[in-house]
């Protein structure tokens, strides 16, 4: 999968691969167009009896390539325990780890209740599209979703139970134009927006208890002319990405930045909107079953309890969660992700299908009988 390139908007070779790899363990396969040459791949197997329903995911697009790579990043190599490769462990990994799981059930033949499924899913890196678009097939009905996102249960990358949110605040500065020499007969709408930006500050983010509290870093700005001109500027745009914890949504931040940039008394108008993407923060309960099952068979497994964590990142989970599904982030470590040189433990690529078989048979087993999976 790292020699396919799937960088974001370009997953459309990884999901016909996968679509093949599926089918030809004999699962019930559905490509799901999205966009052009940009669809989700859904696969299915089925167990001998009704029962709840658990989705494995893992989202096919990888973040560009960026300088500073010692080799290829589409040529797989090893060394010292890991393998190197673009998405290596975000989150092709994963998804190799999923494949070998289904793989382990098919040549078994092991009898389950319900339905086990994959979801591979496009556009995470970017706006979630395809998370959004899987919300509107049955797939969202399952009863949990476990995400193959390099989270491995250790300290380096303890298992979070909630995840923060995010909004991304556009502001659009209207001042008026003057002559550069004259800045005093103009409104500077670059001026302008600095005093926003360093009143920030006074945002009234939220302290919670297990995230401590959110936070906000401006991501651009532009304004000014495009020809060399000696004019006040009169328009200005600024993006600003803002952390958000539980207790706070989109709605709310979006209100506290027009009221601060009311209580400056600028002379511009400033419009204050939120762009794509946005996400609401995702928490998880302690009791859901997919949790319990997951702490059982992790401590059997590797004679360790696993770490947990509240942590500032945003996956699919924060989408996945409007609609109330228990979302589980486990997937093999690695290093050096969305940087140059990313790589995946291999020692985690072979012990990980054996916990996604046994979490995904206990999850699934019925509580009136016992199906005996060792």
């Known amino acids: 999968m790292i020699a396919i390139d799937s960088v974001v908007g370009r997953e459309g070779r990884l999901g016909q691969y996968l679509y093949r790899q599926l089918d030809s363990l004999g699962l019930a396969c559905e490509l799901h167009p999205v966009e052009a040459d940009r669809y989700n791949v859904y696969a299915r197997l089925q167990g001998k009896r009704p029962g709840r329903r658990l989705n494995f995911y893992g ?10 790579w010692d080799s290829d990043p589409f040529v797989p190599s090893q060394a010292i325990g890991r393998l190197y490769g673009l998405g290596a462990c975000d989150m092709k990994g994963g998804i190799a780890c999923i494949l070998s799981m289904f793989k382990a059930f098919v040549d078994s033949g092991y009898a389950f209740d319900g ?3 994959f979801s591979g899913i496009i556009d995470e890196e970017c706006c979630s599209l395809g998370a959004r678009a899987m919300l509107e097939t049955d797939l969202a009905e399952c009863d949990a979703i476990l995400l193959a ?3 491995s249960g250790d300290e380096d990358g303890p298992v979070p139970l909630g995840i923060t949110g995010k909004v991304l ?3 659009t500065i209207a001042g008026r134009a003057a002559h550069g020499f004259r800045p005093e007969l103009g409104i500077n709408a670059i001026e302008e927006a600095a005093r926003v930006l360093t009143n920030l500050d006074r945002l009234p983010m939220r302290e919670h208890v297990d ?3 959110g936070n906000c870093c401006t991501l651009k700005i532009e304004g000014g002319y495009q020809v060399y001109s000696v004019v006040v500027p009169d328009s200005c745009r600024v993006e600003i990405n803002r952390l958000l914890v539980p207790g706070e949504s989109a ?8 009221e601060l940039v009311r209580s400056l008394r600028l002379g511009s108008e400033i419009r204050v909107r939120a762009k794509p993407p946005r996400y609401e923060p995702f928490l998880m309960n302690r009791g859901e079953r997919i949790v319990k099952v997951f702490h059982d068979v992790y401590s059997e497994v590797l004679g360790v309890e696993p770490v947990y964590t509240y942590s500032r990142s945003i996956t699919d989970a924060n989408v996945f969660g409007e609609r109330s599904i228990p979302c589980l982030h486990l997937g093999p470590a690695g290093g050096n992700v969305h940087e140059p040189n990313e790589y995946v433990s291999l020692p985690w690529l072979e012990r990980l299908p054996r916990l996604y078989a046994l979490l995904a048979a206990q999850f699934l087993r019925n509580d009136q009988t016992d199906t005996g999976m060792s």
Not at 59 to 68: A, F, I, K, N, S
Not at 251 to 258: V, W
């Open 251 to 258: 709605a709310s931040a979006i209100r506290q930045m027009e």
């Open 59 to 68: 989202h096919l697009d990888t973040v560009p390539v960026c300088r500073g």
């Open 169 to 171: 605040y556009e502001l």
């Open 115 to 117: 339905e086990l499924s």
């Open 149 to 151: 996102e390099p989270f």
């Open 211 to 213: 995230f401590g509290r």
